[in-house]
């Protein structure tokens, strides 16, 4: 990854540590800093007009993050080898993220991770 790309993937993830801090939801903030990490590498590697954008939403009891790197490419779940250094990001979505998917036009990948109950509770 480019150094400038790594840049913005480290300060969307200090972003959304520091807002979901101040939502209350400092249970979700690690899940959610990998998650970003994954989908936004993914798009910057994956975009076509070399800009991406990225929402962090919050719902009534789940956290919805998204990409939208304008490629028509959809991207898939993949096993990667072991000695392979990409091609794992998916993975971790999946493992990780409560649910995800990817826009029907493949423009957009999203995922979700839903609230503990002690976030449901105070909010």
Known sequence: MPDAAAVWVGRLRRIGRAKLNA????????????????????????STEQQITFRLVVGTDVLVMEVDDGSPALPRLRQADSDALDGRGLLLVDAVAASWGVSSDG???WCTLKFPDTARRSR
């Open 23 to 46: 939502w209350g939801l400092t249970a979700l903030v690690d899940d959610a800093q990998l998650l970003i990490s994954e989908l936004v590498t993914n798009g910057l590697r994956h």
């Open 107 to 109: 423009t957009r990948t």
